[in-house]
């Protein structure tokens, strides 16, 4: 009768003990992190972390910010990879939360959230290469920075207003939103009471301060999409 190697057995449950150590290490990060934000230098920190990856959660901002605040580009070692780019011998991977999918026993779909391991472009065979980066103005197709700006803060104050959790601190929430358009693309910021903004934190779930960050978020990262594309759809049209 074949038997299971206790080997293997062995192998599997330290495995498994691994990945679940790393990720309670995470959202053990997560929550310091998050309790820092009341600090008004540490929110304007995330601030600056969050809009260069606008993208990214906040979840994965504040992990960042953690872990390697000064870093521009992230991916994972198969990405750099696949592009001819090695990570450097002896490099520390950022950790950083990916969405999964799963199957409930009742056959319906679950989310959950797994571990990524990332590395910036700086801890990679990269940084002997030029990397070019233009600046908004050279960015064919955009609208003028106010323009821009003034999109997003629309976009945030018409959220904020219809959501009882930013009463009385719409104009405020919507002054981060600008920020972090503005600091993505190394535009002139507005002035952010980080001081009142942080304020508002105070005694809320951590959850929902991510949350209401998010939202923050959101709306520069969603008009930020709907320029490019409207930019690229011009650039089309003139073919």
Not at 62 to 78: H, K, N, V, Y
Not at 206 to 226: F, H, I, S, Y
Request: proline share 3%; glycine share 4%; no cysteine.
């Amino acid at each position: 009768m074949n038997q299971v190697n206790s080997s293997d057995t062995f192998d599997r449950e330290v495995y498994k003990t691994r990945k679940r150590e790393e990720k309670d290490r995470i959202f053990e990060m997560l929550s310091e992190e998050t309790q820092k934000l009341l600090d008004p230098e540490k929110l304007k920190a995330y601030a600056d972390v969050q809009a260069r990856f606008l993208r990214s959660s906040v979840s994965n901002a504040l992990l960042i910010g953690r872990q390697r605040p000064e870093a521009t580009w992230i991916r994972s070692f198969d990405d750099w990879k696949n592009d001819n780019i090695f990570v450097n011998k002896g490099e520390k991977a950022i950790l950083m939360l990916k969405p999964v999918t799963y199957e409930r026993p009742d056959g319906s779909q679950g989310f959950a959230s797994d571990v990524s391991k990332n590395f910036d472009v700086t801890q990679t065979t990269a940084m002997g290469r030029t990397i070019i980066r233009k600046e908004y103005h050279e960015m064919s197709g955009m609208p003028s920075p106010e323009e821009l700006l003034g999109a997003v803060r629309q976009r945030a104050m018409t959220t904020f207003v219809r959501d009882e959790a930013f009463r009385g601190r719409a104009v405020n929430m919507a002054d981060l939103s600008v920020y972090l358009m503005a600091k993505h693309y190394r535009l002139d910021p507005p002035d952010v009471d980080f001081e009142r903004v942080a304020l508002f934190f105070e005694g809320r779930k951590e959850k929902d301060v991510r949350r209401e960050l998010t939202a923050v978020k959101t709306a520069a990262d969603e008009v930020n999409r709907e320029m490019l594309a409207r930019a690229r759809d011009g650039r089309e049209n003139e073919r």
